[in-house]
């Protein structure tokens, strides 16, 4: 699973499933783009890439704003030909329901889960179409098939339209040698949900999870290391589940036996 010599941009890297992503690449060899709003994080993380012997670069942008968009790409294309790997993962929630919410609000979430992926896909299409190579990854959620937890109906709508924009991107770049596929992450822990939730707390949500256990950014990121790799250049227009199984469950397993058993005959 070897990337070597290949440039990675990922959204919103300075933390969590983004940062493991960005690690595991490295790992990889792959040089590396950070990409962020948070300026402290994001440049310890791009010291830590370069001591794994990779180039990185710091690349401050929200990318719901369609000019720092196009200067962050204006200054990564000085440093490297091409973005052979995009992965979108920055995202942001509210856990307001929709009667509270304002439409400020709804946009916000909207134009950084969904918008903002267009806007980096738009920058680094028309390289990879010519070196007829390219990767794209578009961090969704299982709320894209369910309903999100605590991110709202916003939340809910924008994963869920990164699906449908990833199946049609897909199709139209398939020609290209390019692949775009999605991840679902499941409920993975990373510090922003370790620092809201007690052990107690996170203990007791296991039951949401079949295999037994939260996800870990680590995880996600495996996930996407295996759709960037060659050993998946035929797949491309897929959502990947990474969620231990929680969309499976629709009752704790307790529920299940109970009511499986009442069913049981014998001979
Ligand atoms: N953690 C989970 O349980 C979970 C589950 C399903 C999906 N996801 C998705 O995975 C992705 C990463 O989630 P996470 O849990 O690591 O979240 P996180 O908040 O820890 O990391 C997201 C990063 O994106 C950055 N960001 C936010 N808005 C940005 C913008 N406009 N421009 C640039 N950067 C921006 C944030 O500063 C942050 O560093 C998100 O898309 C999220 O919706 C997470």
Redesign the pocket.
């Known amino acids: 699973m070897d990337l070597p010599g290949k440039v990675s941009l990922i ?9 493991a992503i960005a690690f595991l690449l490295a790992k990889h060899g792959s040089h590396i783009v950070v ?4 300026e402290k ?1 994001g440049m310890e993380t791009v010291q830590a890439i370069q001591k794994l012997g990779v180039k990185a670069l710091w690349a401050k ?5 369609e000019q720092e968009v196009e200067r962050m790409f204006s200054e990564v294309f000085k440093h490297f030909d091409n973005v052979d790997i995009l992965v ?6 509210s856990p307001l329901m929709v009667e509270d919410m304002s439409y400020e609000v709804w946009k916000r979430v909207i ?3 969904l918008n ?1 992926a267009f806007l980096c896909c738009k920058q680094v299409i028309p390289r990879m179409q010519k070196k007829k190579y390219g990767r794209i990854i578009n ?5 894209a098939k369910k309903i999100s937890y605590h ?1 709202s109906a916003a ?1 809910t709508a924008a ?1 869920a339209g990164l699906l449908g924009f990833t199946r049609h991107l897909a199709y139209e770049l398939a020609p290209y040698g390019i692949t775009v596929n999605a991840l ?10 370790r620092e809201r939730v007690t052990q107690e707390e996170m203990d007791a949500e296991i039951k949401r999870f079949p295999i037994g256990r939260w ?1 870990l ?1 680590e995880d ?1 990121a495996k996930a996407v290391l295996f759709l960037v790799s060659d050993q998946a250049e035929i797949i491309t227009g897929q959502a990947l589940d990474v969620d231990g199984g929680e969309l499976l469950a629709w009752m704790d397993f307790e529920t299940y036996q109970k009511w499986r058993k009442r069913f049981v005959t014998k001979g």
């Open positions: 959204t919103g890297s300075a933390r969590g499933i983004g940062q990409n962020d709003l948070l994080e942008a929200d990318i719901s704003n979108n993962n920055a995202g942001v929630g134009d950084t889960n903002g961090i969704s959620s299982v709320a991110g939340y994963k679902c992450p499941g409920g993975t822990l990373t510090p922003r949900i996800a950014p996600q």
